[in-house]
């Protein structure tokens, strides 16, 4: 009779370990950065909430600023940079970057509900731990790109002149992060269950639209 052998587990690698387990631990940690709050959610927490020993967090990302780092680099950039490559390709008229910028939000926000408690916790808040950190990374990414885009519109005529195009991308992520993550507030105050998601955007953009166009000429 054959007996197989146990596999050895590399030295100093925890009971545990698997190819899927740091991606877990990733998903874990970024919603309690966004619900309890980034100083309030240390690793021994993180490693109860998955089921395992602080040890296989530890080996995993050694501390807690190197996996606060993990967390923005694999899971806030890269919804991002999704978003700011969707908005390259949805052309240069001032409607369109609006339509994209906001249904991809609202994409983003159906599949991450975590982002929006997150942004305002921990980036709107003064002393946020993802402030200065995103800051560098997240503002070239989307916000200076629109920018960019919305003031070559308003230079051809193709945008309403009394508008600031870098104030444009502040009314944009004030009327889509703002209202998701003040949405069990809202919808508890109307109870009505036709305001989801889709609801909000349509309102978002009409809102927008008509400001957006350039005065007429009598």
């Not at 296989?56 to 501390?63: A, E």
């Not at 993990?70 to 240069?92: I, S, T, W």
């Not at 808040?125 to 916000?143: F, I, Q, S, T």
């Not at 003031?151 to 992060?177: E, F, K, Y």
Request: aromatic share 6%.
């Amino acid at each position: 009779m054959t007996t197989t052998k146990p596999q050895s587990r590399t030295p100093g690698r925890p009971t545990g370990d698997s190819p899927l387990q740091r991606e877990r631990l990733l998903d874990i940690a970024v919603q309690a950065f966004a619900h309890d709050g980034i100083k309030a959610s240390s690793l021994r927490a993180i490693a109860q909430q998955a089921g395992v020993t602080p040890a296989l967090v530890n080996y995993y990302f050694g501390n807690k600023p190197k996996l606060l780092e993990a967390v923005v680099k694999e899971r806030l950039v890269p919804l991002l940079m999704g978003l700011a490559q969707n908005l390259r390709q949805v052309g240069d008229e001032p409607l369109a970057l609006v339509t994209g910028f906001i249904q991809g939000m609202r994409r983003i926000v159906q599949d991450h509900p975590w982002l929006p408690p997150l942004w305002v916790r921990e980036v709107l808040c003064e002393g946020g731990g993802l402030r200065d950190m995103l800051m560098g990374r997240v503002g070239p990414l989307v916000a200076q790109m629109l920018a960019e885009r919305f003031a070559s519109a308003q230079h051809r005529g193709a945008l309403n002149p009394d508008l600031d195009p870098r104030l444009m991308v502040v009314s944009l992520i004030g009327l889509t992060l703002f209202p998701y993550a003040a949405a069990p507030i809202w919808r508890g105050l109307f109870t009505a269950p036709e305001l989801d998601d889709e609801a909000l955007a349509r309102h978002t953009l009409a809102l927008l639209e008509r400001g957006m166009e350039t005065p007429r000429v009598p």
